[in-house]
């Protein structure tokens, strides 16, 4: 992801553990409490650049607070065993698309990944 010329790069978190330093000698690992959001390009007004900036200050602002902050995807949902069947229920595409398919999406991928803290990429801490 970029913003203004910087690189943020998901896939290299670090997987929810950060080594500290205590006076300099011994180390110990924190591990950091997960939170989501779910990012699928919808047609918004906002340009796909804009959406990429707001996901990554979602990503440090939650970082910031203590956080490990996950980026969820459709391909999140996707690897859920019922998700296609979860989808043929729920979801007539002649009716619900694009930002509102996205939403039930979100939830689906929650389940995959066994629920936890959820926030929307433009909420921050």
């Known amino acids: 992801i ?11 978190r670090r997987k ?4 500290l330093m205590q006076d300099n000698s011994d180390e ?3 591990k950091r ?7 699928e390009r919808a047609k918004t007004d906002m340009t796909y650049e804009a959406d990429m900036a707001l996901l990554g200050y979602w990503e440090k602002a939650w970082y910031a607070a203590g956080w ?8 999140d949902a996707k690897k859920l065993p019922e998700y296609n ?8 595409p002649k009716f619900i698309g694009g930002y509102n398919m996205a939403c039930y999406k979100r939830w689906i991928a929650m389940v995959a990944v ?5 926030s929307d990429y433009d909420t921050f801490p």
């Open 68 to 75: 490990d902050p996950v980026i969820l995807g459709e391909a």
């Open 114 to 118: 066994d629920g936890g803290f959820m």
């Open 2 to 12: 970029t913003n203004d010329g910087v690189l943020f790069s998901i896939k290299k």
């Open 28 to 30: 110990e690992e924190v």
């Open 33 to 39: 409490p997960k939170i989501y959001t779910y990012y």
């Open 85 to 92: 069947a979860l989808m043929g229920l729920i979801i007539d």
């Open 16 to 19: 929810g553990r950060r080594k």
